[in-house]
């Protein structure tokens, strides 16, 4: 929750398995550069944007002509993108804000909570939101606070715990973190999983300091597992027999099986998943096309393009045809029940509040993980 690196990097999916001896995987874009800048033709505009986001997550065709969809918003809008900051990380994204301002960015329920408590983002009048109505319910619920709106939702995703079935028989999600060949997602929501492993029943983001305690001693029973910020160490440590369990994504699970690797996921009742959502920077300069790209990216049409990319399922189910329908497959997209197994994260503490009981916040979740993998 991404918390995370974006599922493009799984670009190097099909040159790596191959080089490992297995099926080449159907291709896969190349990822975006760090550091990539959009240079369109400046045409007859009424303003500019200034957006921070994730790699992949808006395309200015730097990476492929075929792949550019900022640039069709600018011609249909008038807008110009004078700057399109990419990053990796939700730590990096926080770094940026702090140096600058962004009047849209997209965020991911941890930074997302502290924007919204420091007021960095604006409420968002859904008037102005052409197609908000189209995203899934479930979703725009968790970009509320307040009784405000903050954000409209753009891609989602849900992790699962992948296995080698060569190697392995039968899992439990014990054997996944007590294992030192597993690799987890570098992210301190990552707890959250621990914490549903150990038997939480609530909210895995509302935690006591007791539970919160018993999440980090599973993590902590075993120093010898990694912790990834890149998909692609997922794919080359399966490739090179490295890996006997990672936690991953759908997507990431059918295209290592299509590539031929014998992975499996292990079974288990609840799972965790995020929602990366577009939201209006508080020192942004212009609003009005800061609301036609809030408009732009919750439609199907630009929710598919970005689906089919990253690898991660639209907010929009309306997408989920052509290019994007088998990374909707994955997902379960369409499926009534889709959701109903995943936790969704929330900045912990999530709904338990000091007065009701003890909670455990953010940063403390932050500090006992740097603790864990430093």
């Not at 439990?172 to 030192?180: D, K, L």
């Not at 088998?326 to 959701?339: I, P, Q």
């Amino acid at each position: 929750m991404n918390r995370r690196a974006p599922a493009l990097a799984l670009a190097a999916l099909a040159v790596v398995v191959s080089s490992a001896g297995a099926a080449q995987a159907t291709p896969t874009p190349k990822p975006t550069p760090a550091t990539a800048k959009p240079t369109p033709t400046p045409t007859q505009s009424d303003g500019t944007l200034q957006i921070l986001t994730y790699r992949g997550y808006a395309e200015y065709g730097g990476t492929s002509p075929k792949v550019n969809w900022t640039g069709t918003f600018e011609k249909a809008t008038g807008c110009r993108i004078a700057r399109l900051d990419q990053v990796q990380t939700p730590a990096e994204m926080a770094t940026r804000l702090k140096e600058r301002a962004y009047d849209v960015v997209s965020a991911g329920p941890g930074l997302a909570g502290s924007l919204i408590a420091d007021k960095q983002v604006l409420p968002i009048e859904l008037a102005k939101v052409d197609g908000y109505t189209e995203v899934a319910k479930p979703l725009r619920d968790l970009t509320t606070s307040g009784g405000k709106v903050y954000g409209v939702p753009y891609l989602w995703g849900s992790h699962e715990f992948l296995y080698d079935a060569s190697r392995i028989k039968a899992p439990g999600m014990e054997q996944v973190f007590a294992s030192p060949k597993a690799a987890l997602k570098n992210d301190p929501l990552t707890i959250a999983d621990a914490a549903l492993a150990a038997g939480k029943s609530g909210s895995p983001y509302s935690l006591t300091a007791a539970e919160l305690g018993k999440a980090v001693e599973m993590l902590g029973r075993q120093d010898e597992r990694v912790y990834w910020d890149d998909p692609l160490d997922v794919v080359t440590g399966f490739a090179t027999g490295r890996l006997d369990f990672a936690q991953a994504t759908p997507y990431l699970r059918l295209l290592l099986q299509t590539a031929g690797k014998p992975v499996k996921t292990v079974p288990s009742a609840r799972t965790t998943g995020w929602v990366d959502s577009w939201m209006l920077g508080a020192s942004g300069a212009n609003l009005d096309c800061a609301y036609r790209w809030l408009s732009w990216t919750a439609s199907a049409d630009t929710q598919r393009a970005a689906a089919a990319w990253v690898g991660l399922a639209p907010a929009n189910d309306e997408a989920c045809k052509g290019k994007a329908r088998r990374v909707c497959e994955a997902y379960g997209v369409g499926k009534k029940s889709r959701f109903d197994r995943i936790d969704f994260a929330v900045r912990p503490p999530g709904d338990c509040r000091p007065q009701e009981r003890e909670c455990t916040e953010y940063d403390t979740w932050e500090d006992r993980w740097t603790d864990l993998v430093s």
